[in-house]
Each structure stands twice: as C-alpha cells, then as structure tokens.
C-alpha cells in the first residue's frame, strides 16, 4: 500500500523554464511533508517543507504548495538550473504518534536541459 | 561541524549472514533515523533512536535491531539476511526538537548473495 505516490518517474525541463514535480498522499493523518534532493552516490539532502496549517511555502528558487482536500502537493522550481538535476524525493510524516517517521514516495528524476 | 557519516561504503554478504552497519550522526544530533531504500524505490523507514532507546519502529522483522551509543553514533543489525536485504541503508541524524529536519548520510550498499 503506496500512502505516498510520486506517478512522474522522470521529468526532462529547459534551463531557465519552471519544473513542476508531482506528490499524492493517502493518509489524511499526515500532518508534515518534506521535499528532499538526492544525488548519485549521495544521501538525500533537505531542500524545503511544509505542516499541513499552510498551503504555500517558498524559499528562493524552491516553493511547495499543499492542497488539503486533493492530498496533493507540488515543487515548482523557477527557474531551472542544470544543477537541479537529480531524484527529488517527497516524505509525509503523521507528527501526532510523537516521532517524525516518514513515509517517502519513489522519486521523480529531474533533468534540466542547458 | 562534521556531517552524517556512514561505513562501510559497500559490504557483500550471503544469505543467512549477519550484518553490522555504523552511522556517526552529525555534531550536536541525539536522534538517528534508519531507512532502506531498494532499487527504484523511495527510502522506507526501519526505526528511529533518541537517547539510547527506540523511539519509533517501521513495518521490519525483529531480525532488523539497532543501538545507540552515549556519543550519537549508531548501528543498524541485520540477522539472518536474506537476497531482499540488498538494498542501500541510509541514516538520519537530527535534533529531537526539531526532528522534522533529517539530515542524511551516503549510504552503504549492502548486496546478499
């Protein structure tokens, strides 16, 4: 059972153009949802988050909306830089069980095109 | 202020062997999170620690245990692996109070044979 669902397992954008990479949730219990970036060979490192009390969260380049009542949520990256290439992960987590356990998705691979 | 680190790098293994994989959690952290990730799939959460004890276990057989130690660091103990338990392992070190802030190391690539 897939509670969290990236269905973009590749995603190919123009340097420069914006990158809209894709999350649906299940479980309404979740409460706290994060994006993170990995690299080949590499961990996944944190790029931005958002609890379910807001719908937008921007930091730079990077912003994340939520959609309560669809269970969606969205990155957009503006603009897109060759840098930018690499698997994003989205993660929900339930924060009422008192422990952050969170629930990734499969990755959407993002490749930004110079 | 050193990041999260993880060894070995790669391990082999046959089926039935036991594993051990360590994690030094980054400066400051008293909370370590583990998580595989087999191919193509996104990391599935194994357990979480916080001051020695577990604080939080995901859907894994007890042959899956941990420790953490007084200074943070941590292992992940595999028995009885089995040809499924390949997969990468990943650690996460954060504070308790802010523990939705993880921060991860590289990864060790376990392969059974």
């Known amino acids: 059972d897939q509670q969290v669902k990236q269905n973009s397992p590749s995603l190919s954008v123009q340097e420069g153009r914006i990158s809209i990479l894709n999350c649906d949730y299940t479980?309404?219990?979740?409460?706290?949802f994060l994006w993170y970036k990995k690299y080949p060979a590499e961990g996944p490192t944190f790029l931005i988050s958002?609890?379910?009390?807001?719908d937008k969260n921007e930091d730079g380049r990077f912003t994340v909306f939520l959609n309560k009542s669809a269970k969606h949520l969205s990155l957009h990256i503006v603009p897109s830089q060759p840098g930018d290439s690499a698997v994003y992960f989205c993660?929900?987590?339930?924060?009422?069980?008192?422990?952050?356990?969170?629930?990734f998705g499969t990755g959407t691979r993002l490749k930004v095109l110079a | 202020e050193t990041g999260v680190t993880q060894s070995p790098t790669h391990l082999i293994k046959t089926r039935g062997q036991q594993v051990t994989l360590r994690c030094s959690s980054q400066?400051?952290?008293?909370?370590v999170s583990w998580y595989q990730q087999a191919l193509g799939q996104g990391p599935q959460f194994i357990f979480q620690?916080?001051?020695?004890?577990?604080?939080g276990r995901g859907n894994f057989p007890p042959r899956f245990s941990g420790l953490q130690f007084p200074n943070y660091s941590s292992e992940l103990n595999v028995n009885a692996l089995e040809l499924d338990d390949s997969a990468l392992y990943l650690c996460?070190?954060?504070?308790?109070?802010?523990?939705?802030?993880?921060?991860f190391g590289p990864g060790t690539r376990l392969t059974v044979t």
């Open positions: 958002i609890s379910s009390i807001k």
């Open positions: 620690y916080y001051r020695e004890e577990e604080n």
């Open positions: 400066s400051g952290h008293n909370t």
């Open positions: 479980n309404s219990m979740f409460d706290y």
């Open positions: 996460a070190s954060s504070l308790k109070s802010t523990e939705y802030e993880q921060y």
């Open positions: 993660a929900a987590s339930s924060t009422t069980s008192g422990t952050y356990k969170y629930i």
